[in-house]
């Protein structure tokens, strides 16, 4: 326990590096079969290590650390104490920000029954479990579920007299409603918790920004620019002299958000603005690596629509090594990034580099999302296109070939793409049959090889050769 506290110092001056081999002692000390004293200070001790593994961004660790905590209390405890419950849950939303959502829904499933078994009905932590529950369900587009979670956990809050609570969960609700395109419903939520927010936490707290953004993003969905502008503009205020108390996460998060709104609205500048002041934000402190991660892999899109090709290019290598070194390069987010990294190695007429992206994200993606997902198909497509520009015509027919027969087999034929991928095989399959020593095309002769246009020019010409974004 001594090791425990000395550990937890190094962590409050930020020393991460050192806390971690006093850590590491403390976790070989204790033997969980000589009782119970002996088990909670191993299991204290793995999941304090997992926390400081979090700080470094590290979360392939961190979650190997908790699940080794979750097994010695299980062991100690058994299956159904409240404790374990706890545990059950805080691990779940370990695994949904490292987007493992399968694993986070079986343990909210199994934290949920633990919590049912042991509490009222409508309990606090049930609730809870719900909300979590929900949001694993929106993650994986479930959203009929989800919605029946957040219904459910509004109820125990409002059994419970919880009305701030209850105010966040019709945010969440707005969400699921806008998400399955029922905006008046969602409105209506989203208009009733920003009566809540507004008489409970003032005008001006981040509660009632957060509502604002919201807004805006279903005005902007609805097609009312005007009023989805207005909203923007009245979060950004809110952002811009924050309430005692307002955490910086808090703000960064918002700004986030509403780049997302501008982007959408073909204002790329502005909204690399924002994602470049929320970065800045989050730079020194802890425990956001895969965080900035996220926002350098959205402002490389940003430079990429732009055409800053190379400003693109360094930002996804940047996302891409933090994803890396926090043990994310087996997710689906990973392959997504080294898709798009793979199109900026393209527009830089970096043929080789692209190919070995979209070939590790082709692996990452089939794993992850299966062969049949979008953009599992898109990185096919990408694909066969770079193997098309670098003169191996066998290697770009035998991926048309297959994504053909998926599309045939699984997917149907009625998606626009499959008509333009069964006219790329037959002009592939005619050129291999004219010739097998066909030389390696350069990229602008692959585009247009009657064109000398500049490379501004060409690159509205890429979704013919299949480049999917």
């Excluded at 809870?128 to 929106?138: F, P």
């Amino acid at each position: 326990m001594s090791l425990h506290v000395l550990a937890a110092i190094y962590c409050s001056l930020g020393r991460f590096d050192e806390a971690m081999p006093v850590l590491e002692r403390a976790i070989r000390v204790p033997e969980p079969p000589r009782g119970a004293d002996h088990a909670l200070a191993a299991f204290s001790g793995h999941m304090q290590l997992g926390d400081t593994y979090s700080m470094l961004g590290q979360v392939d660790k961190s979650i190997a650390s908790y699940e080794e905590g979750l097994k010695i209390q299980i062991e100690a405890l058994g299956e159904s104490d409240p404790r374990v419950g706890e545990t059950c849950r805080y691990l779940a939303e370990a695994h949904v920000q490292a987007m493992e959502f399968e694993r986070a829904e079986e343990l909210c499933k199994k934290t949920l029954e633990i919590h049912r078994a042991h509490s009222e009905p409508a309990s606090l932590e049930e609730a809870a479990d719900r909300r979590l529950m929900a949001l694993i369900c929106e993650a994986k587009g479930d959203y009929e579920t989800a919605l029946e979670h957040l219904v459910l956990a509004s109820m125990a809050m409002i059994a419970n007299g919880q009305e701030s609570e209850v105010a966040a969960i019709d945010v969440s609700i707005g969400t699921i409603y806008m998400s399955l395109c029922r905006y008046d419903e969602a409105l209506f939520s989203y208009q009733k918790a920003l009566t809540v927010f507004k008489s409970s936490k003032g005008d001006n707290h981040p509660f009632v920004a957060s509502v604002f953004v919201r807004l805006a993003d279903l005005y902007h969905r609805t097609g009312k620019l005007r009023d989805s502008k207005s909203y923007c503009e009245n979060a950004l205020r809110i952002y811009a002299k924050p309430v005692p108390g307002t955490s910086v996460e808090e703000i960064a998060g918002g700004l986030t958000e509403i780049s997302a709104i501008y982007e959408s609205v073909d204002e790329p500048e502005e909204a690399l603005k924002l994602l470049q002041k929320s970065m800045k934000m989050l730079e020194d402190k802890p425990g956001q690596h895969s965080t900035i991660a996220g926002i350098e892999a959205r402002m490389g899109v940003m430079y990429y629509i732009v055409g800053r090709y190379e400003d693109a290019r360094n930002f996804f290598e940047s996302a891409i090594a933090k994803l890396r070194a926090g043990g994310e390069r087996k997710s689906a987010f990973f392959g997504v990034v080294l898709n798009q990294m793979g199109l900026a190695c393209v527009q830089l007429f970096k043929i080789d580099e692209a190919a070995e992206l979209f070939e590790q994200a082709r692996g990452i993606l089939e794993q992850e999302c299966g062969p049949c997902h979008q953009d599992t198909l898109g990185v096919y497509s990408n694909l066969a296109a770079t193997y098309d520009a670098m003169g191996r015509v066998g290697d770009a027919i035998e991926i048309l070939e297959y994504v053909l027969k998926l599309r045939e087999e699984k997917l149907g034929i009625a998606n626009p793409d499959f008509e333009d991928e069964k006219r790329r095989l037959a002009e592939l399959l005619k050129e291999a049959g004219r010739t097998r020593d066909r030389k390696a095309k350069s990229l602008e002769n692959l585009i247009d090889p009657n064109s000398k246009k500049t490379k501004k020019e060409v690159t509205k010409r890429w979704p013919s050769l299949g480049f999917r974004i």
